[in-house]
């Protein structure tokens, strides 16, 4: 089977190997935002593993993700479903022409009350 | 000569018990290394005389690895203690005699440690090849 | 001249695959020395092995080199063909042109290559091959097992039934092991206490065996036939001899807070005590950390009430020497430390247990007397949720990268019991897949499911969380409906991975026996030897080998026994005639060799030289005993004079190696 480039660019950008996971789902277990997700952390590894990229792509899913990286956390084999998400996400920015959030323009926009770790994923999300 | 066509030549010595057990399963799961290295079996890591090394690379070897079972685990309770010591003396007197301290090398491989074996391998054919021929100690007598 | 037959083995086509073996056979043919040289199909069958046979007698050769698998595998069959047509049989070299070439290189003229230079240098070292005998050595009939688990118990019994004595060293008060811990077995289901306890008392009454318990190794010197073993029997305050095992200490004793270790904690007992109450050897035991006689001289009331006059406040470790002609490893193993996993709250609340505790508290010697209970609250749990794989097939430094094998099982039969003695209990397992291969397990397994409506779930917990009620909301995933599903539980019991005992690292060091990188004892070969460590004399039993069931650590702890026996029953034994030798016209007795010698085989001796002005003179010269040495080779490097060599492995035969592989 062919690999196409759209998933040679996912699993040399997030770094993940797909191949190790043995499908237990613990990264869906532990998944707080789950139930916002169309496609949930273990899909995200079969799919891409399955070279089913456009089904993410065109997913609302990549925005749901909170990045707090709870399923790469728990993940028994090291394969790290956040990293893969985080890796379509940017390239559905990157589709996109241009990224929409520019990391000098953040400031201006935090509000006082941001938590500290939402500015923290959305750095790791946006600034690449 | 150019640096691709150059094919090192490498000796290495495996103690029975541990190592050539160690290159056997490199071997049984086909994990590749380069056929420039040739194995000598010893029965320990102390059998290995500093002569058997000069020889090697008197006679134009262009490197020389030693592995042992790991410090603790020897088959022969000390042996590999022994060895460790020997070569350290050996060795840096060979990186003041010129031959360049990357060109020898002592490894503890274990039995169970095939990917070991095969990475060391890989990682020494790599580290020799790019130091390129050893001219230092090579008996040119020993030329055909 | 040395006369050489060369025979190249294809191996099927493992070596004939990537190595042009004609080109081999004819290239070694012109080596100097080699007088016949040809390649066939697999040399190691009988009609390869008569072609070595008939080579040898027809062309009078005096050495062969068989370029085939590795010599750890078959160098002993081709010494023994040698033999069989009249040649000695170290005078056979094998060049590793499998594991060591063709199975690794994919380019055929590389491989090819490479496989003339390991035949060359095997030439090469054959030409300096001499003839050797092996001595014989004798076999003391005394075999030691350690550890008293079911795996040590059986073996201990096979070997003391075939009539040999047998010492079983247990480092717990009491024989029994794990299996004592658990209240059922699968997939029967029979109660494992009345399968145990009966092969215990078997053990104690065998006149054959002895039981070290409360005991752990020392030290372990010689080799195969001839262990030097030295036991520490700890002290336990109490004597052997006079204590009857009443019990009566143990109630009266008034540190009644002592955690039960036997209960994994889960209630306490007094300092001093008995695990069990079948225990075996039945004799009290004091903890010296709880006991406060021992702690600050307040109390002695065990010595006060105990008839027998059995209490020694006093003793001491002892030590105790003995020989052994083999060696069995039985040291078992621990559900691994959930300490790394803090999403399943194991340490932040009680009623997270892992299976072993289960067991315990569903056990009637239990600390709840065989009704499951929460450890909270003592309430009947009505939601129990089963995680399986905790720490198994786990890759990252937490767990374990194997699969710990029996949890599917025990898990299955843990659900189907609690199903049955509580029907309103819902029984959740999360799993990754059901491992069920053995007989009549996968049968097992479905019944839980079909007849007991346990409630399997593909999927992983990914947390655990302890609420205010005492519930614990549990957060997991079913790949199936591709749902997370929130369950609240009142007990969440986890499938703990497995791993080796602690005690068998340090074991391992002492006995030279090789472990893989998990810490379990290595087999001499996966397949064809599994009970036997690659160090001669040392065997395998049980789960210190590898992860394995009740059953099939009996199979294993009496394959061992066998092969313990099969030593035993030996008058004396082949030894390695590879051994050191000193050139005593070169020997000036500094005694350098024998510093270096692990095993004392070297001694000195005062000898008379004849002088060349014809007088004698008296030398000290070094003296190797041939049937001590194993042949290490340490005293032949630090000899400064040169004059220690090894047999089989002499400098001069490294040099030509050297030599080839240079060439």
């Not at chain 3, 009609?47 to 027809?58: H, P, S, T, V």
């Not at chain 3, 024989?175 to 029979?190: V, Y």
């Not at chain 3, 109660?191 to 190794?217: F, G």
Request: proline share 5%; hydrophobic share 35%; charged share 25%.
């Amino acid at each position: 089977m062919l690999t196409s480039k759209e998933k040679e660019q996912i699993i040399r950008s997030s770094g993940a190997d797909v191949t190790k996971c043995m499908r237990c789902g613990k990264c869906s277990g532990a998944c707080p935002s789950y139930d916002e997700m169309e496609y949930h952390p273990h899909q995200f590894v079969y799919f891409v593993e399955k070279d089913q990229i456009e089904k993410l792509l065109n997913s609302p899913s990549i925005y749901k993700c909170l990045g707090c990286s709870v399923c790469s956390e728990r993940c028994p084999r090291d394969v790290g479903p956040s990293k893969i998400v985080e890796a379509v996400l940017a390239m559905a920015v990157r589709r996109q022409d241009e990224n929409h959030l520019k990391a000098e323009n953040i400031p201006g926009m935090v509000e006082d009350d941001t938590p500290g770790q939402l500015l923290v994923s959305a750095f790791r999300k946006y600034k690449k | 000569m150019s640096m691709n066509e150059f094919k090192p030549k490498i000796v290495a010595f495996c103690c029975n018990w541990c190592s050539y057990a160690g290159a056997d399963l490199a071997g049984t799961n086909r994990l590749n290394y380069p056929a420039d290295v040739k194995i000598i079996r010893v029965p320990c890591s102390c059998r290995v005389n500093p002569m058997f090394i000069l020889r090697a690379f008197q006679r134009g070897a262009d490197g020389v690895i030693l592995c042992g079972c790991h410090p603790g685990d020897c088959h022969y309770t000390t042996g590999n203690y022994y060895a460790r010591r020997r070569m350290t003396m050996l060795f840096s007197m060979l990186d003041y005699l010129g031959i360049e301290k990357e060109r020898t090398r002592v490894e503890w491989v274990s039995a169970a440690e095939g990917a070991k074996f095969a990475a060391v391998m890989n990682d020494f054919v790599k580290t020799v090849t790019e130091l390129g021929e050893n001219k230092r100690l090579e008996d040119l007598r020993c030329k055909k | 001249m040395q006369k050489i037959g060369v025979f190249v083995c294809h191996c099927g086509t493992n070596i004939a695959g990537t190595v042009d073996v004609k080109a081999v056979a004819e290239a070694l043919g012109k080596e100097p020395g080699v007088v016949f040289s040809t390649e066939y199909q697999y040399m190691c069958s009988e009609a390869g092995q008569n072609l070595i046979k008939d080579a040898i007698k027809n062309y009078g050769l005096t050495g062969i080199v068989v370029c085939s698998c590795s010599p750890r595998m078959h160098e002993a069959t081709f010494r023994k063909t040698a033999a069989a047509a009249g040649l000695n049989s170290y005078m056979v070299e094998i060049a590793n042109i499998r594991e060591q070439c063709s199975w690794i290189h994919k380019d055929v003229k590389v491989a090819t290559e490479k496989a003339i230079v390991l035949g060359r240098t095997a030439i090469a070292k054959v030409a300096l091959n001499t003839p050797l005998t092996a001595s014989e050595t004798p076999v003391v009939k005394r075999a030691l097992v350690i550890g008293g688990g079911i795996a040590g118990i059986q073996t201990a019994l096979d070997i003391a039934d075939a009539g040999y004595e047998v010492d079983l060293v247990e480092k717990e008060p009491t024989i029994g092991g794990k299996m004592a811990q658990i209240d059922k077995t699968f997939p029967t289901l029979d109660c494992a206490a009345c399968i145990l306890t009966p092969k215990m008392v078997d053990c104690a009454q065998n006149e054959k065996i002895h039981i070290y318990a409360y005991s752990e190794v020392e030290s372990v010197k010689g080799f195969v036939g001839n262990f030097n073993v030295t036991i520490k029997k700890k002290a336990r305050f109490v004597d052997e001899t006079k204590c009857t095992g009443c019990g009566i200490c143990t109630e009266k004793c008034p540190m009644k807070k002592t955690p039960n270790l036997f209960n994994l904690g889960l209630d306490n007992r007094s300092a001093i005590y008995i695990p069990f109450a079948q225990a075996i050897p039945k004799i009290a035991t004091i903890d010296a950390d709880y006991c406060n006689m021992l702690k600050n001289g307040k109390c002695g009331v065990c010595s006060k009430v105990c008839a027998a006059g059995a209490i020694d406040y006093k003793q001491q470790d002892q030590y105790i020497e003995q020989q052994y002609g083999a060696i069995v490893v039985a040291t078992g193993f621990n559900p691994i430390k959930l300490d790394n996993y803090s999403e399943f709250a194991y340490n932040e609340s009680p009623d997270v247990v892992t299976s072993l505790e289960l067991e315990r508290l569903m056990n009637a010697a239990g600390p709840n007397g065989g009704t499951l209970l929460r450890p909270s609250d003592k309430t009947h749990p009505h939601t129990i949720v089963f995680v399986q794989c905790v720490g198994s097939r786990d890759t990252t430094d937490c767990g374990k990268p194997y699969c710990s094998k029996i949890c599917c099982m025990y898990t299955a039969k843990h659900a189907m019991l609690i199903r049955d003695k509580y029907p309103d209990t819902e029984v959740y397992v999360f799993y990754m897949d059901v491992r069920t291969p053995g007989k009549n397990f996968d049968e097992f397994y479905r019944r839980a499911v079909e007849d007991y409506g346990v409630h399997y779930i593909k999927g992983m917990v990914g947390k655990v969380m302890p609420q205010p009620d005492g519930k614990l909301l549990v957060r997991g995933s079913d790949l199936l409906t591709d749902e997370q599903l929130k369950i609240e539980a009142d007990m969440v019991v986890l499938a703990a991975a497995i791993e080796p005992d602690k005690t068998a690292r340090p074991l391992a060091t002492m006995l030279t026996a090789s472990m893989d990188t998990n810490d379990f004892f290595t087999e001499a070969h996966p397949k064809l030897r599994p009970v036997e460590s690659p160090t001669a004399g040392i065997f395998l039993s049980g789960v210190c080998q590898g992860p394995k069931d009740i059953p099939e650590t009996v199979a294993q702890a009496s394959a061992a026994a066998a092969k313990v026996i099969g030593l035993l029953a030996k008058p004396a034994l082949k030894s390695n005639p590879c051994t050191a030798h000193s050139d005593e016209n070169l020997c000036n007795g500094c005694s350098s060799c024998e510093r270096v010698c692990p095993y004392g085989a070297i001694s000195y001796v005062d000898k008379e030289f004849r002088m060349p002005d014809r007088t004698t003179k008296v030398r000290r010269v070094a003296s190797v005993n041939p049937a001590v040495c194993q042949g290490c080779g340490a005293c032949t490097v630090a000899c400064p004079s040169g004059a220690m060599d090894l047999s089989g492995f002499s400098n001069k035969q490294i040099m030509a190696e050297v030599d080839a592989i240079c060439r």
